[in-house]
């Protein structure tokens, strides 16, 4: 574990307590927005050495662009959010503490359309806004994961010989999966961020049917998906409610999709096949 992480949690260890088992959901975690931040960097920055990143700058630029977007909206807190791409055909998404967003290769090229990207990006932002991540850290931290944890959940695989000489022992995972309740809450304000950025928030919907529909058809591709964020027809009518209940929604001057996401979609596909594809 890094110096930051080990002194933000020697320094939360004794509130921890406080708080008992079981109390977790009414215990305020204690972090601050900096000691937050500070996490998330550290995290991401272990992530980016140790993960296949897709390092294509047009695709960056792009996500950074709709994402950032998304997260002004949501984050009342003004910490700036960064966007990245994990090169893999996993379809996963992932938020670190902090503001760092992770979607995969995979989301990319199954998304339809420009309202579904930005759906899952809403959804993700939700998490960190609401702090639902920084509370995962701190049960994943008591839970002593270890970064082993993290890998599977992010390649839907055991890290090979030279992956695992990279993993530092004693990196805990962040990842250990959100609640329903976390779930429906990240839907709620996604449906919100959406609308207010002008995005038809029914992207947020179909986009979860076709990971229910590839489940079906492709397990061990959204595998880690449903094993972080827990994915049902319920949750997607619920969804589906929660949308329909939103003034506007419906609104034709909302954005189901753009030329600029199909060229982006287009690009990633005629990418070099990720290292997951390849063997
Ligand atoms: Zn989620």
Redesign the pocket.
């Given at each position: 574990m890094s110096q930051t992480l080990r002194r933000v949690f020697r320094r939360t260890a004794a509130v921890a307590a406080l708080c008992g088992a079981g109390a977790a959901a009414g215990c305020a975690p204690q972090v601050s927005t900096q000691q937050e931040v500070a996490l998330g960097a550290d995290y991401s920055a272990q992530i980016n050495r140790q993960m296949p990143m897709l390092n294509d700058q047009a695709t960056l630029n792009y996500i950074n662009q709709i994402g950032s977007q998304l997260a002004a909206i949501a984050d009342p807190r003004g910490i700036r959010y960064h966007f990245y791409v994990v090169n893999s055909d996993v379809v996963n998404a992932f938020a670190l503490p902090g503001g760092y967003v992770y979607v995969n290769r995979g989301i990319i090229e199954r998304a339809d359309n420009v309202s579904e990207l930005a759906g899952v990006l809403a959804?993700?932002i939700?998490?960190v806004a609401e702090r639902?991540s920084i509370e995962q850290l701190q049960r994943a931290q008591n839970a002593n994961l270890g970064l082993n944890v993290l890998y599977g959940v992010l390649l839907g695989r055991a890290p090979s010989g030279v992956e695992q000489a990279g993993i530092q022992v004693g990196g805990s995972a962040v990842f250990a999966g959100?609640t329903r309740d976390?779930?429906r809450e990240?839907?709620r304000v996604g449906v919100a961020y959406l609308m207010r950025a002008g995005y038809n928030p029914n992207g947020l919907a179909t986009f979860f049917e076709e990971l229910l529909s590839l489940q079906q058809r492709q397990p061990s591709r959204v595998e880690q998906w449903f094993a972080?964020?827990?994915t049902t027809q319920e949750r997607v009518a619920n969804a589906r409610a929660i949308i329909a209940a939103t003034p506007g929604a419906q609104g034709a001057n909302l954005t189901t999709d753009t030329r600029a996401f199909q060229n982006i979609r287009a690009r990633v596909t005629s990418l070099p096949a990720p290292p997951d594809r390849r063997r």
């Open positions: 959804h993700e939700g998490h639902h959100y976390a779930e990240a839907d972080t964020h827990p």
